[in-house]
């Protein structure tokens, strides 16, 4: 009986799709925010465990102003997957990743200072990193895992399986070296892309980095391994084309913060 009102409860949400993404995107959203976000502490604290973190004042420092910056403006829409004051952490490793996880936990790899060139194309990997967060692709990750296991009893299975597990981080997005299986969706990326953008446009960092960013990171994964940073976000002639067609909505955006003094100095 249980079961059934479940499996009610599910085709309910099936048919109504529980919610809308920031870019009107139909979403199945199960899971409680806290719920994820407990999810997203634990993977965190793990990684800290497992990566050496830099002691870099100066590194620390950059990054850190980078984040508060992109962070700083996130509007209020998002108040359910915003936790306001995120911590930020630069593991000095030379992979080329970022991550952000629910909860407000930035992860920043000092192997990606090295491509990035300036502090607009590092607030372009930020801004897109905490936008899966902001968008609940989380959420809407377990959620489907949820539905493909058939009821609510497999969401707690998952919840409790997994708080030391691998699992948690592939459904978290993380990179392959914490074992994912199933890395973000191209619909998810795109979507982080058009948002992170945005973020940054407004936080005042300027929008037309992120095209020579992805353009860097695709020069350097040609004939190459890929950089572990594209392992999970494929930078490809798609995504490219998509940022420069929102540089006519995004570039007033960035203007208007210029005019209004919204202009870091992030130096690292």
Known sequence: MMKKRW????????????????????????????????????SFNQIKEKEKISTDPKTNQFVQCVADAVTRVIPPQYAASNPGKWEVVVFDSKEVNAFALPGGRIGVYTGILNVTQNQDQLAAVIGHEISHVLAQHSNERLSQSTVANLGMNAANEILKNTANGATAMAALGLGVQYGVLMPYSREHESEADILGVDLMAMAGFDPRESIKLWRTMAAQSQGNTPLEILSTHPSDQTRINQLQSLMPKVMPVYQQAI????????TG
């Open 259 to 266: 005019s209004s003094g919204i202009r870091p100095h992030c």
């Open 7 to 42: 499996m009610v409860a599910i085709s309910i949400c099936l048919l109504t799709a529980c919610a809308v993404s920031p870019t009107g995107r139909k979403q199945l959203i199960l899971m409680g925010n806290s719920q994820v976000a407990e999810m997203g502490l634990t």
